[in-house]
């Protein structure tokens, strides 16, 4: 039987500024929204046209925004309203963890709704390119919290070679689906949506990328969540589902529809040349 990895005992805080913290979850953020504005750049300016590059630049702000507020509240709704009815100033303690990606997702559809329609852009054409990029701060999210140990996985057997015991996790070997998700959700879904993207005829088809993200995300979370434990406070629910693959039934059914939609509708010939930055590039 091979020997059970002990798992390394990370510092949460990459670097500290005086009484200022800097830790690797917010870096997580951070990195993927940064890393993810450059390749919307990139994206936009492909044919059809859906944004110029100032527009995803302005973008930033808007996703930030959506990210933040939405992953905060939907971690209160979703998960713990209770506590927080009690606890209203918790709410605010962002440090102490508490972050869903549903609720995250839902704030960015919101941000991306009003800002589509204040700068009159189509609204399925240009969430088809932001969706490409959302696997990026996905996989590095689960990196990070890898890195702070939490989340980690159910009790796994001691003969996986990767089993790892975590310091909360108590004596018993898990799973490290922390890694597993960021390999699925982050790298897998990231590779499949930017192979995707690279076809003119996909692009054309408002709806389609972005159907394809929530459906390959609501696919890859629920696999996973056989691997991850669920949270102490709810558990297991109605026919052994957790919270999370119940919350991923909406997002597959969104998916598929959005796609069989975007192949039903006549293609998008993107902005007006007028409305353009710089010529068009190439497909």
């Known amino acids: ?12 805080v990459l670097v500290h500024f005086g009484p200022l913290a800097v830790r690797w979850y917010a870096l997580s ?7 993810g504005i450059m390749l919307l750049r990139r994206l936009v300016a492909l044919v059809p046209r859906v944004a110029t590059l100032e ?30 009815l009690r606890h209203p100033l918790s709410m605010l303690e962002v440090w102490h963890g508490g ?27 240009f969430a088809d390119r932001v969706t490409v990029a959302v696997p990026i701060g996905l996989g590095l999210g689960r990196v990070a919290n890898f890195i702070n140990g939490e989340l980690w996985g159910r009790e796994a057997p001691a003969s996986l070679p990767w089993a790892m015991i975590f310091p909360d996790g108590g004596p018993i070997p898990r799973h490290p689906s922390q890694l597993y998700e960021s390999l699925t959700e982050g790298l897998l879904l ?38 991850r434990e669920p949270d102490s406070f ?50």
Not at 102 to 118: E, S
Request: charged share 10%; hydrophobic share 50%; with cysteine.
């Open 55 to 84: 527009q995803a630049d302005d973008f930033l702000t808007w996703v930030t925004l959506g990210v933040l507020l939405g992953g905060r509240l939907g971690y209160v709704l979703f998960y713990q309203p209770g506590y927080y």
């Open 29 to 35: 953020y951070i990195l993927g929204i940064v890393l």
């Open 190 to 227: 990231f590779v499949v949506l930017f192979v995707a993207s690279r076809r003119q005829a996909i692009r054309e088809r408002p709806g389609f990328l972005a159907g394809m993200f929530l459906a390959g995300y609501a696919c890859a979370r629920s696999f996973c969540e056989f691997f």
């Open 99 to 125: 972050m869903s990606f549903h609720g995250g997702a839902l704030g960015v559809i919101i941000a991306m709704v009003l800002f589509t329609w204040r700068h009159k852009l189509n609204f399925l054409a």
């Open 234 to 283: 709810l558990g297991y629910l109605a026919g052994g589902l957790t919270m999370g693959q119940i919350l991923c039934l909406p997002m597959l059914a969104a998916g598929i529809a959005l796609m069989v939609y975007a192949r039903r509708h006549p293609p998008y010939a993107g902005l007006p040349a007028i409305a353009t930055d710089e010529p068009p590039p190439g497909s």
């Open 1 to 12: 039987m091979l020997p059970v990895l002990m798992f390394p005992q990370f510092d949460p």
